[in-house]
């Protein structure tokens, strides 16, 4: 019995898991994240994070504080490429959100 019991909690947790990976935002449908991860890469923003709050800088990024959908993550990626002149094309700073969604701060 008790076997049992733990076999259909398995199951459901795998179904939630299924769930969760088609549970990407609409803005995040198109991006290339294989693209999104070189571009963090190459544009060093872990090494500038990290200087700031320690380990592999992904301290900083706080899903539950003020990006707190899928459209301002993208816009505070946005805001970083200006300022800091990153010359990132559109379609790149949504693949950057959306990588940073995937491993952060997964908005549905
Ligand atoms: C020169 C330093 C520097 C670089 C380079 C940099 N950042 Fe940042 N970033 C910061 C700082 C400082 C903050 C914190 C700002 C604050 O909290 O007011 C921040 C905050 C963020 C946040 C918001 C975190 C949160 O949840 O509040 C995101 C998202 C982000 N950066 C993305 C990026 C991406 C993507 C790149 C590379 C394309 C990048 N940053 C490059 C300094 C940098």
Same mark, same amino acid.
């Given at each position: 019995?008790? %076997? ?22 609409? =803005? ?11 571009? =963090?890469?190459?544009? +060093? ?14 301290? =900083?990024?706080?899903?539950? &504080? +003020?990006?707190?959908?899928? &459209?301002?993550? +993208? ?18 700073? %949504?693949? =950057? ?12």
């Amino acid at each position: 019995m008790k %076997t049992i019991r733990m076999l259909s909690l398995s199951a459901l947790q795998g179904l939630a898991l299924l769930g969760a990976a088609h549970a990407e935002p609409a =803005i995040f449908k198109d991006a290339d994240l294989a693209l999104g991860q070189k571009l =963090i890469a190459q544009n +060093r923003c872990s090494e500038c994070h990290a200087q700031r709050v320690g380990g592999d800088g992904s301290g =900083i990024y706080r899903p539950a &504080g +003020r990006i707190s959908t899928a &459209g301002l993550l +993208r816009g505070m990626v946005e805001q970083c490429n200006t300022e800091l002149g990153l010359g990132l094309f559109p379609e790149e700073v %949504t693949s =950057i959100a959306a990588v940073l969604n995937r491993d952060h701060y997964k908005h549905k």
